[in-house]
């Protein structure tokens, strides 16, 4: 079952760029937080993502938020791609796609590319906007800054 607008996020655990469990109870109900979904480490339009997101960081720290990058790739992937841009976020390791079927995150192009789709959740830990675009990548940050603020 799809994660929709007024969902209460579900909580899951996945391994960091560090190779540390992550548990979102952490902050769910506690914290805004903004999830991302994106498709691959070191691809163009990830990069510009991630970068947008890096950039816009203490914006989302200012307002309380935190953020947090999912994709297939493993753990030594994101460290890789976080210590090269620099990304001071979490980048979590979903090699077997159990939270993004969790979430039910589309894919694109017949189903050959995995859907770049970012959930905006409060701090009771409901989701209040979701934003799934492909080509649009800034709008991801600009759409989840406006949501929380």
């Known amino acids: 079952m799809a994660v ?21 109870a ?4 506690k914290q805004k937080m903004v999830i991302y979904f994106y498709p691959k480490d070191q691809t163009t339009g990830c990069t510009r993502q991630a970068c947008s997101f890096r950039d816009a960081y203490e914006d989302f720290k200012e307002i309380g938020a935190e953020v ?6 493993d753990e ?11 990304l001071p976020f979490i980048l979590l390791a979903d090699e077997r796609k159990v939270v993004r079927r969790l979430f039910d995150v589309p894919t694109n192009l017949f189903g050959f590319l995995p859907g ?16 799934n675009a492909q080509l649009n990548i800034e709008g991801h940050i600009q759409r ?4 929380l603020k």
């Open 68 to 73: 947090i990058g999912i994709s297939g790739d």
């Open 26 to 29: 952490q902050w769910i109900g």
């Open 144 to 147: 989840a800054l406006a949501v």
């Open 116 to 131: 770049r789709v970012t959930y905006i959740i409060d701090e009771q830990g409901i989701v209040r906007d979701i934003f």
């Open 76 to 86: 030594q992937s994101h460290r890789r791609f976080a210590e090269k841009y620099q």
């Open 4 to 24: 929709k607008i007024g969902d209460k996020c579900p909580s899951f655990k996945l391994k960091n760029q560090h190779g540390e469990l992550i548990d979102t």
